[in-house]
């Protein structure tokens, strides 16, 4: 260190401060933002997708990219495989949502540039019949949190320590100069709640609750938007949630509770798989329970999990296990199986882990 002569003949000392982690990180993804907001600048044609059975942060975060987009000027399609749940029809430029069915149509006059994905772990994950109606283009532009992303995009930003992906997209707009104005609001703020579980989760952070107050200030009705989402319920639904209930089955400890539901529940309440979203909650809540599991029989052989933990169990990697993923508290996968094989397979993996604490 140098002593120098500093304020009122006080000694100064000269010393190298390094940049912390966390420095270098935000740095890297403020160049990430400026690169994604170059090609905005750059290309005139761009289509957008989120992945399967979309849900609030799906949404939000491709529907505020969308309006970003269309305000500079640029041809935006976006492309969803599933179709928009009910509870989200409030969102503002959700009417510009298409199915696969509407790609050839678009795209005999149009042809993106840009390809970009929002909330996917990877570009399966859109569907893999919609990835190849999507490609070629010259950029992929892959924006997510999951902390089993895979990086696919030509850039990629993947940030898994942001509540959510309406998160990263907010950063992004805020670097873009542009005003995040009521409408991107009301989607960001939507994918915010529906990540953090209406700021339940650990994800909840302080940034997530300094964005949610900007966003409020841009005149998002929290009440309005959070009874869009969850207080808006089909009778259908509840008998759907009330026979799915009479399926409940736990581990012989108490630590694993699981839900099954078959294509036979489904065609008997005049439901699709998009109604069961929060199902898995209502038995994560039994007070023995560590891993909340719901199994979904798909007609092609496949049975669809979701996971939640609740303390220290990692689902995203039990998930992985089988070529899903996600966070550590909220997974996902696929399993080529039965649902009765598929779910004693899985929960035999999930009952290893839970031995490993």
Known sequence: MDLASGFCGLPVYSITIFPTIDYIRT???????????????????????????????ALG?????????KELDK?????NSDPTPDNYHFLPFRQHIKPPSEVQKVYSNFSPEVLVVLDAGSLSRIGDK????????EFIVNIDHHQTSVPFGDINIIETQASSTSEIVYRIIQSSGLEIGKERAICLYTGLMFDTGCFRYSNSTSIAHKMAA?????GVSVDEVYRHVYDT?????LHLLGDVLQTLETSSDGKIAWLKVTQKTLRKNGCDFSQLEGFVNYIRSIDSVEVAIIAGELENGFTKFSLRSKNRVDVGRICGLYGGGGHQKAAGCLIEKPIGEALAQLTDATQLQIDEY
């Open 214 to 218: 900007d966003l409020i200030e841009e």
């Open 130 to 137: 919609l990835a190849r109606q999507l490609q070629p283009t």
């Open 61 to 69: 975060s491709e529907l505020a990219i969308y309006s970003v987009l």
């Open 233 to 237: 319920v089909p009778k259908i639904r």
């Open 27 to 57: 740095k890297l993804m403020v160049q990430k933002y400026f690169e994604v907001l170059n090609l905005f600048g750059q290309y005139k044609h761009f289509a957008l997708s989120t992945h399967l059975n979309p849900d609030g942060d």
């Open 75 to 79: 041809r935006v399609h976006i492309f």
